[in-house]
């Protein structure tokens, strides 16, 4: 589930805790933060109370469901660059999964809901009545197709409040002398989101951009809102700007990577599809917000342990790989909202066209473990590269581009106990990128975040 926001290529490895004694108090923990989150959200955006206290009491219960039930863990919070100096969460995503399923012996079954929900930044980058593309002059400025109306960067920034759900059923195939587990993994999913967009937070401390809590800006008579009427290019932004949208999907994936903390070796193949119908509660009366869509994605992933040392008690002292990560997306359909679209590369955002194709080659240098396992730190320098090409999506298929996107740069990282990650970024972005600054030095950047996820 994408929401169109990301710190870039994070790391080489991907794995899940499986401690599960310790998620129920990591569970209300959370759910206390992300509820003094959502009450700052209530004053600072005049949100209606009973929708945001609803969405957060119901996705509370649902987290303290009996662990006899279900086995539960945190996947991780994230923050909000607006609020609290981006150090408070305003997001969690969890996932339940029922134990003893076992259709095929010898191989895994799993059943699992995973929710996700909270606040999330998003910005424009296409014309909310034609599609077209968002261009900025020297000042910051655009000015959309009907030459009239203009607005700044910052006024092109919103936030949408969100609630994600999947259910998944998977089931492994076949044996893998590799990994010692699953060769092939088959899933189906039925995944829904709930959305509200709505300003910034940072405009409750501008006037000329909270206009009356609408998503509204300014032309040459005065101010007056876009969002009345059919909005081609954003369907997920119409009239009251709610929007629930639902799929199905399907894929499979062949593992044959070894892969621990500090080390990968071997490739991994996926597929997958999603379809979104607007039959399929996409295009309810009470959400004006619509969604009508498919897509098709495949991946490769390939690495390989160049070096490493151990310690005699078996911790890493040092260890170097390379891998890379190669991917295609096909995204078509009359109405594609803004969490759906994929594609992007580091410091470029993903763009709304057809086809998408993006590789990402790393090498990455792991430090010591210390006090256990999932303590250690690491540090990559990756070069991302992408291509997209195709008809521009939610412009009535009136659009061609075809845009090379590419970007450079170092990532170092502070893993502690598999959850808590400090990490320190900065790059170069080249191409002429539609929606970026082509040949520019992104800022550092310094974060925290909290995830069993890397």
Not at 319 to 343: M, Q
Request: aromatic letters at 14%; hydrophobic letters at 40%; one cysteine or more.
């Amino acid at each position: 589930m994408n929401d169109g926001v990301a710190w870039g290529n994070r790391a080489v490895l991907q794995r899940k805790d499986p401690r599960a004694n310790v998620v129920p108090a990591l569970v209300h923990i959370r759910i206390f933060m992300l509820g003094f989150a959502g009450y700052e959200l209530h004053w600072r955006c005049r949100m209606k109370k009973t929708t945001l206290l609803v969405s957060f009491f119901l996705f509370a219960a649902v987290c303290t469901l009996p662990a006899v039930m279900l086995n539960d863990i945190v996947l991780g919070v994230t923050m909000h660059p607006d609020f609290a100096l981006n150090m408070f969460p305003v997001a969690i995503e969890a996932e339940f999964s029922m134990p003893g399923l076992e259709f095929n012996p010898g191989n895994s079954t799993s059943l699992t809901f995973t929710m996700n929900a909270g606040y999330t930044p998003r910005w424009l980058t296409q014309d909310p009545r034609t599609g077209a593309f968002l261009t900025w002059d020297d000042t910051d400025s655009t000015l959309l197709s009907d030459n009239s109306t203009t607005f700044s960067r910052e006024q092109a920034e919103y936030s949408a409040l969100f609630s994600a759900w999947s259910l998944a059923l998977s089931q492994g195939l076949a044996y893998s002398p590799i990994t010692k587990g699953d060769l092939i993994t088959a899933t189906v999913s039925f995944d829904g989101r709930w959305e509200q967009a709505m300003e910034r937070l940072e405009a409750s401390r501008h006037a000329d951009w909270a206009l009356g809590g609408n998503l509204t800006f300014s032309d040459n008579s005065g101010t007056r809102s876009i969002f009345s009427g059919p909005l081609l290019g954003t369907p997920d932004l119409q009239g009251n700007r709610y929007m629930l949208s639902t799929s199905l999907n399907a894929g499979i994936t062949i593992n044959l990577q070894n892969e621990t903390n500090t080390t990968l070796d071997g490739i991994e193949i996926e597929a997958s599809g999603l379809w979104a119908p607007w039959w399929l509660f996409n295009d309810l009366q009470w959400f004006d917000g619509t969604s009508d869509y498919w897509m098709l994605s495949a991946a490769l992933s390939a690495g390989h342990t160049l070096y490493q040392k151990r310690r005699s008690n078996g911790y890493n002292t040092v260890s170097l790989v390379l891998s890379d990560d190669l991917s295609y997306r096909w995204l078509d359909g009359n109405k594609i909202p803004k969490f759906a679209e994929t594609g992007g590369i580091w410091g470029v955002s993903a763009q709304n066209l057809t086809h998408a194709l993006t590789n990402s080659l790393k090498l990455s240098v792991f430090g010591p473990q210390f006090i256990a396992q999932d303590c250690y730190p690491y540090a990559y320098a990756f070069l991302d590269m992408g291509y997209a090409s195709g008809y521009l999506n939610n412009t009535g298929h009136s659009l061609k581009y075809s845009n090379f996107m590419g970007s450079t740069g170092v990532h170092v990282h502070l893993r502690l106990f598999g959850i808590f990650h400090v990490f320190y970024e900065i790059g170069y972005i080249f191409g002429p990128e539609i929606n970026a600054a082509a040949g520019s030095t992104s800022p550092g950047t310094l974060g925290f975040y909290i995830s069993l996820e890397d």
